[in-house]
């Protein structure tokens, strides 16, 4: 669905209490959006010190923290019963897997949807989740650099090799490749930082349920964004609760391309009539 210049997709909190995404990924497709996108978590320690971004504490906003399903057999499995929709991360934590196991994994789901696969990464709040997977708190940027730049080569080169801190491997094969280049998106704060690090290392940003002031940030991204000599513009996918035409258009014109919105996932009618009433409430339907 494109509505005021501005794709509209869906994001679902997966779990194993929602409708599950083979299920649930039809009935996306079928109201005429345009993405799909899932989480991840691969575990919560008990015991945290690192605070909720949205809390400040270290209590959690939803159980389903808890019991996140994995994101690439959730998006495998919407690949298979969907034949237009993007299948995507908002957002994945790929310094919790092997970048070369997990390069192959997303590889093959993206070869199984036929290319309609990107990839939303991010940094990591639960640094004790990260620590649990090895992941020094302090350079989890630039390892999350290392294994875009691994995991690229592994997609692109006919005999791929990495050297760095976190990844290295000589000279190897791996198929599939993506057909074309795999769009990365970083989901972050709206800091310079953070958008300094997007120019470098990827090629758009998905906003957090904590951002304000979207049209401002899609500037200041763009303007630091040619800042780093990038062509183009950069893929800015903001994160909405309730359908505004006028926000919508706003966006559009700031340079925002696509809005998600959440979908009640607590049974299959649910999920159905939200799906029509947000489809009437953004724009005509294309079918």
Same mark, same amino acid.
């Given at each position: 669905m494109i ?10 909190f997966t779990?194993d ?16 959006? !345009?993405? +799909?996108?899932?989480?991840e978590?691969?575990?919560i %320690?008990?015991?945290r010190d690192?605070?909720h @971004? *949205? ?15 994995d ?12 034949e ?10 790929p ?8 390069a192959?994994?997303i590889?093959?789901v993206?070869?199984?949807?036929g ?9 990591g ?10 992941v020094?708190?302090g ?8 294994y875009?730049e ?6 692109r080169?006919?005999? !791929?090799? +990495? ?7 000589g %000279?190897?094969?791996t198929?599939?490749?993506? @057909? *074309? ?8 704060g709206?800091?310079?930082?953070n958008?300094?690090?997007i120019a470098?290392?990827a090629d ?12 401002s940030?899609?500037a200041?991204?763009?303007?630091i ?14 994160l909405d ?13 700031a ?9 009640d ?7 159905t009539?939200?799906?029509?009433r947000?489809?009437?409430a ?6």
């Amino acid at each position: 669905m494109i509505t005021q210049g501005v794709r509209v997709g869906i994001v679902q909190f997966t779990s194993d209490r929602g409708v599950p995404p083979h299920l649930i990924a039809p009935l996306i497709e079928a109201a005429g959006f !345009a993405s +799909y996108f899932v989480p991840e978590h691969g575990h919560i %320690p008990t015991r945290r010190d690192a605070a909720h @971004p *949205g809390t400040g504490t270290a209590e959690l906003p939803d159980d389903r923290y808890l019991r996140t399903l994995d994101p690439w057999t959730s998006l495998a499995a919407a690949a298979a019963v969907t034949e237009r929709i993007e299948l995507s991360t908002a957002v994945a934590l790929p310094v919790q897997s092997d970048p070369i196991t997990l390069a192959k994994t997303i590889a093959t789901v993206d070869h199984l949807a036929g290319g309609r696969v990107a990839l939303g990464v991010g940094f990591g709040w639960n640094l004790d989740e990260l620590a649990d997977h090895g992941v020094p708190a302090g350079r989890r940027r630039t390892m999350l650099r290392e294994y875009l730049e691994a995991m690229r080569a592994l997609w692109r080169d006919e005999e !791929a090799a +990495y050297d760095g801190d976190f990844v290295s491997f000589g %000279p190897s094969w791996t198929w599939p490749k993506p @057909p *074309g280049a795999l769009p990365v998106l970083v989901g972050a704060g709206a800091t310079d930082k953070n958008f300094t690090w997007i120019a470098k290392n990827a090629d758009g940003w998905i906003t957090t349920p904590r951002d304000r002031g979207i049209t401002s940030a899609a500037a200041r991204l763009q303007e630091i964004w040619r800042e780093h000599g990038r062509a183009g513009s950069p893929r800015i996918v903001a994160l909405d609760s309730v359908p505004d035409g006028d926000r919508l258009a706003r966006w559009g014109a700031a340079g925002v391309t696509d809005v998600l919105f959440p979908v009640d996932d607590s049974s299959v009618e649910a999920a159905t009539g939200y799906l029509e009433r947000l489809a009437t409430a953004v724009g005509p339907v294309p079918r």
